[in-house]
């Protein structure tokens, strides 16, 4: 990869290659993409318990709609890059949203659990796909002089779209209609998705085919690795418990189906400026705003199981988690591109399916808590992992701040 302005002293993040090829459009346009990849992926969060009830499974059980979905898209992360070699990321990229479709529709109509899950597993095998491409891009899509920061951040926003809008509408449609209901809109919405992206999605031929020596790109950087502890240890500790949010709502606090969707719709809406604190805060110090993202679960695990039972402390309580979790994936890719500029491309795929195998593992260990313990042995359990990831930031990670220099951590070539 080309260096560019090596003279320069301003931060790293400032800018972007002035040679992008993107738009806004075509940034949007992914940034929708992944807005209804995540609905689909943590719908389930929100009709869990109609799901339960109505294919007769428990709640724990249930989990497993959140659950394989997250090992399939660990597996198809790393490994679909490699498998396409020098496929135009353009077409991968409809591909896998038209997968995301089929998958809903599936989902819709599935007779019983085991065609559920089916559905569910081709759904992971999109997401693991997407965001293995999608992230690694977002410099690329971006218009030319774009902070990379904040073209990653505007990819996210997606994301915390999803909980603000996807989540709490499915769950209020769920209740009205039915939680099949839910899933029949989002592969509707998935439809104009992808009609979006063949209009708008340049052509993004990757500047060179990804082999599988390459995937451990980022594990071979040890400023990457020690980024990947802190995000392992909140990641598990936020994935377990966010999995069985309502069930907690309804179980433990005994709150009625209105006051979860607000409570849900609270949670995003939180997410939106905990979003814009980490595209900002990033650019400062991404090791800071980690800390501070730490500091803001510990006090909501510590926290819920004695004050959101009741409605005011459940307000603030949820507000203060979808902050924290709108912070939490952005710093996660901010500290890569800062950190491993040239490994980000090719070592991003292996990235993902990390994250995925988070969610997939959180969702089974919250699932196994719920069903034998509680939720509140749940929450002060996850306690422990951003005590650790806490002291990580302060020990392996100590001194660790922005670069100064810029370097290019996005190719433009073709």
């Given at each position: 990869m080309n260096m560019m302005q090596p003279q320069d002293t301003r931060p790293q993040n400032l800018e972007t290659p002035p040679s992008s090829q993107?738009?806004?459009?075509?940034?949007?346009?992914?940034?929708?993409?992944?807005?209804?990849?995540?609905?689909?992926?943590?719908?389930?969060?929100?009709?869990?318990?109609n799901i339960s009830a109505d294919l007769n499974v428990s709640v724990g059980t249930a989990g497993l709609v959140i659950t394989l979905p997250g090992i399939m898209a660990a597996l198809a992360a790393p490994l679909l890059p490699v498998l396409v070699k020098n496929l135009d990321r353009r077409y991968l990229l409809l591909a896998l949203a038209a997968t995301m479709v089929v998958a809903?529709?599936?989902?819709?109509?599935?007779?019983?659990?085991?065609?559920?899950?089916?559905?569910?597993?081709?759904?992971?095998?999109?997401?693991?796909?997407?965001?293995?491409?999608?992230?690694?891009?977002?410099?690329?899509?971006?218009?030319?002089?774009?902070?990379?920061?904040?073209?990653?951040?505007?990819?996210?926003?997606?994301?915390?779209?999803?909980?603000?809008?996807?989540?709490?509408?499915?769950?209020?449609?769920?209740?009205?209609?039915?939680?099949?209901?839910?899933?029949?809109?989002?592969?509707?919405?998935?439809?104009?998705?992808?009609?979006?992206?063949?209009?708008?999605?340049?052509?993004?031929?990757?500047?060179?085919?990804?082999?599988?020596?390459?995937l451990p790109a980022l594990l071979r950087i040890n400023k990457a690795r020690q980024g990947l502890i802190i995000i392992l240890l909140i990641g598990l500790a936020h994935f377990s418990s966010y999995s069985y949010l309502t069930p907690f709502f309804k179980n433990s606090a005994g709150f009625d189906n209105t006051t979860i969707s607000s409570l849900l719709l609270l949670f995003g809406i939180a997410g939106i400026f905990g979003n814009a604190f980490a595209g900002y805060s990033g650019n400062l110090n991404v090791r800071y705003t980690f800390a501070f993202v730490a500091i803001c679960f510990a006090i909501v695990f510590f926290g819920f199981p004695l004050f959101a039972i009741h409605i005011s402390g459940a307000f603030i309580l949820t507000a203060l988690w979808g902050f924290a979790f709108g912070a939490f994936p952005t710093t996660a890719n901010i500290w890569m591109f800062l950190h491993a500029p040239h490994a980000v491309e090719k070592g991003m795929p292996l990235f993902v399916g990390f994250f995925q195998v988070m969610i997939a593992t959180g969702a089974l260990i919250g699932g196994y808590v719920v069903d034998h313990f509680n939720a509140n042995i749940l929450l002060y359990s996850v306690l422990s992992f951003i005590i650790l990831a806490f002291i990580s930031i302060f020990t392996l990670s100590r001194g660790l701040n922005n670069p100064k220099a810029e370097l290019n951590p996005v190719s433009c070539k073709n």
């Open positions: 993107g738009s806004w459009v075509a940034l949007l346009t992914v940034a929708i993409t992944a807005f209804a990849l995540v609905t689909s992926e943590f719908l389930p969060i929100g009709v869990i318990n809903n529709a599936v989902t819709a109509i599935a007779p019983n659990f085991e065609i559920l899950l089916l559905s569910r597993f081709i759904l992971g095998f999109a997401i693991g796909g997407f965001w293995a491409t999608a992230i690694a891009l977002s410099g690329r899509l971006a218009p030319a002089h774009l902070p990379i920061a904040k073209a990653t951040a505007t990819v996210m926003a997606g994301v915390t779209l999803a909980t603000v809008l996807g989540v709490p509408i499915g769950t209020w449609l769920s209740n009205a209609y039915g939680w099949r209901t839910s899933f029949a809109i989002t592969s509707i919405i998935g439809f104009f998705v992808v009609a979006l992206g063949v209009k708008f999605i340049p052509n993004l031929k990757p500047e060179s085919a990804i082999h599988f020596r390459d």
